[in-house]
């Protein structure tokens, strides 16, 4: 299976990824697998903040934006999760830099209508300021 490898540009606007994901739509027909690893929850500042106490508890917040974020990729509400740090009082906090974040922009351009969407690790954010959700599409 071909694999390669995207660089993120950091400064690029979120629309710029998911036009990205759209303009390489083509390579999925050709059998080409990809993924965009990254974590829709990522405030590595706070968690940090937590993790070097050797404290694992949430700050409360981390379910809400998850279940938010699964409502909007199962309604395909591509423009609010384009507009993450806009579209959801907590979009800031949840995901203060894009890293980590974009990955899930290109695998929505890539996205069809009629593909299924998967959920194949689902669970209750467990880390402070972050989240697991992981899906496949198509």
Known sequence: IPVFQLSIDYYAKPEYHYELGKQLKSLRNKGVLIIGSGALIHNLQLAGQKMRKNDMTLYGWEAEYDAWLKQQINARNFANLINYQ??????????????????????LGLTDSSDEIKYFYEAEPTIPAFSERSFIIG
């Open 86 to 107: 806009n579209s959801h009082k907590l979009g800031k906090l949840a995901a203060p830099t894009p890293d980590h974040y974009v990955p899930l922009l290109y695998s």
